[in-house]
């Protein structure tokens, strides 16, 4: 049963927890843009610009989605756009790790913050490698993958 005290629980996940799975996949293409030579931007939510500071800008509604803005890489290859379309689950799965192993080792308690977190990280997992077109020019990472290494299609604006 849905009660008030479980309206806390959904602000907690939808504000806190969601944007800061975003955040971390979307760093994870940011990360492999910027590691390729690119000079990639990390943009939180939609809406209006709320701040940006240098690379980073937020939007008045951080908790709907966040994306990856990339340029030219210093050497364009097909396998390297791949791996930005990849740092995003990678990223997610990698962050999942430290959480599990810190809770097993008793440094973090088991707390509905780290489920709600792991919970996430694995929905984003999940559904931005399976290879569909979510509209045009926006792919998941899994159909951004697969265009770049048999087409060599590039995309520069990434989720």
């Not at 799975?21 to 809406?47: N, P």
Request: proline share 4%.
């Amino acid at each position: 049963m849905f009660t008030f005290h479980d309206m806390i629980t959904f602000a907690w996940a939808f504000f806190i927890t969601l944007p800061l799975t975003l955040i971390i996949h979307t760093g994870g293409h940011v990360f492999f843009a910027w590691l390729f030579g690119s000079s990639a931007k990390l943009t939180v939510g939609r809406g209006k610009v709320i701040f940006s500071l240098k690379r980073v800008e937020v939007r008045k509604f951080y908790f709907v989605d966040a994306a990856c803005y990339y340029g030219k890489l210093k050497k364009e290859k097909r396998w390297k756009h791949a791996l930005i379309y990849a740092g995003g689950p990678l990223f997610n799965a990698l962050s999942i790790i430290p959480i599990n192993g810190l809770i097993h080792l008793g440094y973090l308690p088991k707390h509905l913050f780290f489920y709600q977190f792991v919970y996430f990280s694995l929905y984003l997992i999940f559904f931005s490698v399976i290879p569909i077109d979510y509209g045009e020019e926006n792919p998941s990472d899994g159909k951004a993958i697969y265009d770049a290494l048999k087409h060599g299609k590039v995309y520069k604006e990434f989720y």
